[in-house]
């Protein structure tokens, strides 16, 4: 079955710095993979998708993934942080059969310093 | 605003009790998913489906269970409850049934059950 990984339950860093959350998957073939974001009290809101092509994919809010096949990881990165980016994220994966449940991690909660 | 409403948004009940959480999908989506989201256990799928037949079920107790209407919305019926089924429950929806590059879900922003 397949599983997906986010090492750090929770990252602060502070406004205007760079930010890198990762994302590993265990999969037998290359899944579909997502980010997620959840702000408080608020539902899942897609930040960007992974299905094929260019490895690099940009999302919306100035988030961009890079997928890396030779280590299973789909990490997101954004250049520079704004207080409003924290909230929880959560790397998803998905299968291209019938049931397309995704799977997600645990999430990591991102804390902003002024 | 993803599209996807569900209702009620908080739900407040006692143990041993049964309760229906309603969900509405995109317009056009004719995929629903459910997702429990808890302290303990995270994000789960529970089930899927799709133009009004089962087609998925993930980590979903007995004692819950889904339909999906000819309208398209879906209802999650759970019983018996138990302090445990206190969690954030999710529905998502999606155009199509199985993945693809368009086939994105789309989440609601969930039912709060507090069970007491």
């Not at chain 1, 929770?10 to 073939?29: D, F, K, M």
């Not at chain 2, 317009?27 to 994000?43: A, K, T």
């Not at chain 2, 409850?81 to 989440?107: I, K, M, N, V």
Request: net charge neutral; charged share 15%; proline share 5%.
């Amino acid at each position: 079955a397949q599983s997906v990984t986010q090492p750090d339950i929770h990252i602060t860093v502070s406004e205007g710095a760079s930010l890198e959350l990762r994302c590993n998957y265990s999969y037998g073939a290359t899944p579909y993979l997502f980010w997620y974001v959840q702000s408080p009290g608020q539902g899942l809101q897609l930040l960007l998708k992974y299905f094929s092509g260019d490895t690099l994919v940009q999302g919306i809010k100035g988030f961009e993934a890079e997928f890396k096949r030779s280590q299973s990881s789909f990490n997101l990165r954004k250049p520079s942080v704004h207080w409003s980016d924290a909230a929880e994220y959560f790397c998803a994966v998905g299968l291209n059969n019938a049931g397309n449940m995704l799977t997600f991690g645990g999430g990591t909660r991102l804390m902003v310093k002024p | 605003d993803s599209g996807v409403t569900q209702t009620p948004k908080h739900l407040i009940t006692a143990t041993g009790q049964r309760v229906t959480l309603r969900c509405s999908p995109r317009s056009g989506d004719l995929s629903v998913y459910w997702y429990q989201q808890s302290l303990d256990q995270g994000l789960q799928f529970l089930i899927q489906y799709y133009n009004g037949e089962e087609r998925a079920k993930g980590n979903i107790l007995e004692r819950f269970s889904a339909q999906q209407f000819p309208d398209l919305h879906s209802e999650l019926n759970l019983s018996s409850l138990e302090l445990g089924d206190s969690a954030l429950y999710f529905c998502a929806s999606s155009p199509r049934l199985a993945g693809g590059p368009t086939d994105t879900q789309y989440f609601g922003p969930g039912t709060r059950l507090t069970v007491l």
